[in-house]
C-alpha cells in the first residue's frame, strides 16, 4: 500500500495528517505521523500562565481519521531511497511531508545560558510557570523585543518587574513601525523598562550583565530572539532561506516526493512575502501539503496554497492586545476589544477532536478569515 508520511506533530504535521485523509477519501493509502511528543502544542498559547492548558492529545485527532502515530524523531531524510530514520528504525515513503517546525534561537557561548528561561516549548513554558508561582515581586528580564517577547514581557508585568532588552533601536523592529505607538503606550501602562541597543551577555544568580557591563537585577531571565527552522531542513534544500526554510512552489513541492509546510517551509504568499513563521499560516500549509502528498499519489487534481489575509494579534497583558491588518500590520483593534479577539483566537487553533467528520471538515477548509476577526472599514472596534 502507498504511503504518506509526514514528520512533525505540531500545526502544520497534524493538519497535513488531517489534509492527507481528506484526499485519501475511501482509498487504500496508508498515513503515518512521525513526532516525539503525545500532544498537539498550541505554542502561541505558551505565554498563559496555566500551559499545561495549552495542548491536545495528538491521538484525539489522529485517531479517528485513521492516521499512525509513530512516537519518535526523525535524524535521517534519504530522498535517494525514499526512506527516514526515525529513532534508528526506517521507514519507507512514497510522499513526505516535512513539518518538523522550528525553535528558538539559543545564544552561542554566553556564560549561564543554562539559568535561562523561555516560553518556546510546553517544558520552557513549565519551568517558567513553576519558577514563578506563588511569587508576587519577581524581577524579570526578557531578552528580545519581537512578538514573542513582547508577549512574555507584558505577561510578566501582572506579577513584578520587568526590563525588555533589544539589541534593536526600537521594540517590535520587525512588526514595523505600523502598531510601533500603541505597543510602546502598552509598555508605558505596565511599567515595563526598556533598555534597546544592547543586549544580555552573561546570567547569575539574581543578576544579568548587559553588553555595557551594566548589572541589573534579575530572578529570571527570558530568552526570545527569534526562531530557526528544524535542522532536518538541510537534508531536502540546500537553499535555504534566513529562517532556514526550504523554497517550495504554490504546491508546497520542494522535491517530486516531498512537500513542506508550515516553520520550516518558505511558501509565496504573494508576490512580495513569504509566510510567516506563524501558526496562522502553518495551519493551511499543512492542510495542503498534506492533501497534496496523498492527491498525487492518487491521481487527484492538487491544491494551490492560498492564506486567508495576513493579520496579527498581539497580547499585551493587562494593557489588552492589539489586531492589525496587512503587511503594514494597520492597528485596527486595540485594548480591550483587541483582548476579546485573542481570546477567541486562542480557541479557535484548537482542532477539533474525537470526530472525523469535523476534523475532515475543517481540513478542507482552508482559508481562514475568521468571523470575529476586526475588519478595518468597519471602524466600530474601539482602537485604544
Ligand atoms: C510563545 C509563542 C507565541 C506565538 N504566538 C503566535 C501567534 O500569536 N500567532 C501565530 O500565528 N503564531 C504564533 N507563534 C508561532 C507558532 O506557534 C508557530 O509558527 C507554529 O507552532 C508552527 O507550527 P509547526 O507545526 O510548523 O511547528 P512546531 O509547532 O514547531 O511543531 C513542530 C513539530 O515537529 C516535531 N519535530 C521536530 N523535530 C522533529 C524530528 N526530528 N522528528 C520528528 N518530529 C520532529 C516537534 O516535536 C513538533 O511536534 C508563537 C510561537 C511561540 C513560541
Not at 181 to 195: P, T
Request: net charge negative; proline share 5%.
Amino acid at each position: 500500500m502507498a504511503h504518506v508520511v509526514i514528520i512533525g506533530g505540531g500545526f502544520a504535521g497534524v493538519w497535513s495528517a488531517a489534509g492527507a485523509a481528506l484526499a485519501r477519501g475511501d482509498a487504500d493509502l496508508r498515513i503515518t505521523l512521525i513526532a516525539p511528543n503525545e500532544h498537539l502544542v498550541l505554542r502561541p498559547r505558551l505565554y498563559e500562565p496555566e500551559p499545561d492548558l495549552a495542548k491536545v492529545a495528538l491521538s484525539r485527532v489522529l485517531d479517528p481519521i485513521g492516521v499512525e502515530h509513530l512516537r519518535a524523531s526523525v535524524s535521517t531524510i534519504d530522498t535517494g531511497r525514499r526512506v527516514v530514520v526515525a529513532d534508528g528504525q526506517e521507514v519507507g515513503y512514497d510522499r513526505l511531508v516535512l513539518a518538523a517546525g522550528s525553535r528558538l534561537v539559543q545564544p552561542e557561548g554566553l556564560p549561564g545560558a543554562d539559568r535561562l528561561f523561555d516560553i518556546d516549548t510546553l517544558d520552557g513554558a513549565r519551568r517558567l510557570a513553576d519558577h514563578l508561582r506563588d511569587r508576587t515581586d519577581h524581577t524579570a528580564v526578557v531578552v528580545g523585543a519581537g512578538f514573542v517577547g513582547l508577549e512574555a514581557a507584558t505577561a510578566l508585568a501582572a506579577h513584578g518587574r520587568v526590563l525588555l532588552v533589544d539589541r534593536s533601536a526600537v521594540v517590535g523592529h520587525q512588526l514595523g513601525p505600523g502598531p510601533r505607538e500603541e505597543i510602546e503606550a502598552a509598555l508605558d501602562e505596565l511599567g515595563v523598562e526598556r533598555r534597546l541597543g544592547t543586549t544580555v551577555v552573561e546570567v547569575g544568580d539574581g543578576y544579568a550583565v548587559l553588553a555595557d557591563g551594566t548589572e541589573v537585577e534579575a530572578d529570571v531571565v527570558v530568552w526570545s530572539v527569534g526562531m530557526r527552522a528544524s535542522e532536518l531542513t538541510r537534508q531536502i534544500s540546500d537553499e535555504l532561506d534566513h529562517l532556514g526554510r526550504v523554497p517550495v512552489d504554490q504546491q508546497l513541492r520542494a522535491l517530486p516526493e516531498v512537500f513542506v509546510a508550515g516553520d520550516t517551509a518558505a511558501a509565496p504568499f504573494d508576490a512580495e512575502h513569504t509566510v510567516m513563521q506563524a501558526c496562522q499560516h502553518a495551519t493551511p500549509l499543512g492542510k495542503v501539503a498534506g492533501y497534496n502528498a496523498a492527491a498525487d499519489l492518487l491521481g487527484v487534481p492538487l491544491r494551490d496554497f492560498t492564506s486567508g489575509p495576513y493579520v496579527t494579534c498581539l497580547d499585551l497583558g493587562g494593557a489588552g492586545a492589539i489586531f492589525t491588518r496587512g503587511w503594514d500590520r494597520r492597528v485596527v483593534a486595540a485594548g480591550a476589544a483587541a483582548k476579546e479577539v485573542k481570546t477567541r483566537i486562542n480557541q479557535a487553533i484548537h482542532p477539533p477532536v474525537d470526530d472525523a467528520h469535523e476534523i475532515l471538515a475543517a481540513a478542507d477548509l482552508v482559508y481562514l478569515d475568521l468571523p470575529f476577526f476586526p475588519r478595518a472599514e468597519e471602524e466600530s472596534v474601539p482602537v485604544a
